[in-house]
Nanobody, 120 residues
Framework: QVQLVESGGGLVQPGGSLRLSCAAS????????MGWYRQAPGNQRELVAH???????NYADSVKGRFTISRDNAKNTVYLQMNSLKPEDTAVYYC??????????????WGKGTLVTVSS
C-alpha cells in the first residue's frame, strides 16, 4: 500500500509564510503527478497546484505569484512554499498523487490533510 504524509501546517499571521511537505512511501513504482488541494469550511475541495514528474507546474489563479510547488523525485516528496499568506488561504491542505504501483497500474492517493490557519 501507499501512504502520503503531510507536514508543515500551522498558525501564521497574514503576510507570513509556511512550507508544506508531503512524503510518499510504500509500494511505489513511479510517481506521476503530485499536487496540493485545499478545503475551507463550507467550501468544496479545490486544486491549489500540481507538478508533473518532469517539473511542469499548474497553479490556481488565487495563489499564482505567492505559492510555489516543487518536488524531490529521489525522496518521493512534494513541497508547497506559501508566501504572502492571506486569511482566505485558511483551509485544510491535502496532498494528492497519481502513483504507479506497477507497470500497468496507476492509483490516485490522498493524504489526511494538514491545517493552515492565517490569522492575526
Amino acid at each position: 500500500q501507499v501512504q502520503l504524509v503531510e507536514s508543515g501546517g500551522g498558525l501564521v499571521q497574514p503576510g507570513g509564510s509556511l512550507r508544506l511537505s508531503c512524503a510518499a512511501s510504500g509500494n511505489i513504482f513511479s510517481i506521476l503527478v503530485m499536487g496540493w488541494y485545499r478545503q475551507a469550511p463550507g467550501n468544496q475541495r479545490e486544486l491549489v497546484a500540481h507538478i508533473t514528474s518532469g517539473g511542469t507546474t499548474n497553479y490556481a489563479d488565487s495563489v499564482k505569484g505567492r505559492f510555489t510547488i516543487s518536488r524531490d523525485n529521489a525522496k518521493n516528496t512534494v513541497y508547497l512554499q506559501m508566501n504572502s499568506l492571506k486569511p482566505e488561504d485558511t483551509a485544510v491542505y491535502y496532498c494528492n498523487a497519481d502513483i504507479a504501483t506497477s507497470l500497468t497500474r496507476n492509483i490516485n492517493f490522498w493524504g489526511k490533510g494538514t491545517l493552515v490557519t492565517v490569522s492575526s
